[in-house]
């Protein structure tokens, strides 16, 4: 008789497009996922054949991998980005009803900021893409107001301390500059949350508008917002394997 294959339970559901890994571990340590009627712990493994998941009293199909979808949305500013909102605020999930894979997003992007946000379904992509090993940088245009000095600058490409934790460094330049305004480009090589704008506000900086333009060499393009687009292969490939060369900056 053949030997059952089990797998963990977290990578079951992040494959079913439950959540992220990460998030589905967060779920179980909630107590919220239950295995042919236990309540089940980390670290747990089941036979995604025949065992049973249950999630919030929903039960998740293990049995049949899912088609594998990786999406770019840009993400208009005003919604938040989460597939469900207890408060009724607008989230990214309305903005891809029409997607029959249940997707969840690969990082984040903050309620007033805009720009490429990546979804999928596949927890492997998803963990690639995030883990600070891989360095994968993302790059931002910031509007600032009223205007940025070049210590200012200096400043946030050697790294500030916020929150008690030393940025890294980053790099930074200046698109334009106009009276009460200057728009900057910022590329990061980590992504803490609402990292360049608590940077601006420590510098007395006001952030007038931030827009995520690229993750990677995947760029957001002429993308309209509220729209998505299937990743191409070329892309996929590019995110997972990082050739992260030496200066990334983009117009």
């Known amino acids: 008789?053949?030997?059952?294959?089990?797998?963990?339970?977290?990578?079951?559901?992040?494959?079913?497009?439950?959540?992220?890994?990460?998030?589905?571990?967060?779920?179980?340590?909630?107590?919220?996922?239950?295995?042919?009627?236990?309540?089940?712990?980390?670290?747990?493994?089941?036979?995604?054949?025949?065992d049973k998941i249950f999630v919030q009293g929903k039960r998740i199909k293990g049995t049949?991998?899912?088609?594998?979808?990786?999406?770019?949305?840009?993400?208009?500013?005003?919604?938040?980005?989460?597939?469900?909102?207890?408060?009724?605020?607008?989230?990214v999930a309305q903005l891809i009803s029409d997607i029959e894979e249940r997707l969840y997003p690969v990082g984040r992007l903050d309620r007033e900021s805009e720009g490429l946000l990546l979804m999928t379904n596949d927890g492997d992509f998803a963990n690639t893409v995030t883990h600070p090993k891989k360095d994968i940088y993302k790059v931002y245009r910031v509007t600032v107001r009223p205007s940025v000095s070049d210590e200012q600058?200096?400043?946030m490409m050697v790294g500030m301390t916020i929150d008690g934790y030393k940025t890294k460094p980053c790099e930074v330049r200046v698109i334009t500059r106009q009276e009460g305004r200057v728009v900057l480009e910022i590329l990061l090589h980590e992504g803490r949350n609402r990292q360049i704008r608590k940077m601006c506000e420590q510098l007395g900086l006001e952030v007038a508008r931030l827009k995520r333009t690229a993750i990677g060499t995947v760029k957001l393009g002429i993308l309209k917002p509220g729209d998505w687009r299937d990743l191409t292969q070329k892309e996929i490939d590019k995110l997972t394997a990082n050739p992260n060369p030496s200066?990334?900056?983009v117009s």
Not at 22 to 34: A, F, N, P, T, Y
Not at 84 to 91: A, N, Q, Y
Request: aromatic share 2%.
């Open 1 to 50: 008789m053949a030997k059952k294959e089990l797998v963990r339970l977290q990578k079951i559901m992040a494959e079913c497009g439950v959540a992220s890994r990460r998030k589905s571990e967060d779920l179980i340590r909630q107590g919220k996922v239950k295995v042919n009627g236990a309540v089940a712990q980390i670290g747990d493994k089941v036979d995604p054949v025949n």
């Open 64 to 91: 049949a991998r899912p088609k594998r979808r990786y999406i770019m949305l840009h993400k208009p500013r005003g919604y938040i980005t989460t597939m469900s909102d207890e408060l009724g605020r607008k989230c």
């Open 153 to 155: 600058i200096t400043q």
């Open 247 to 249: 200066s990334h900056i």
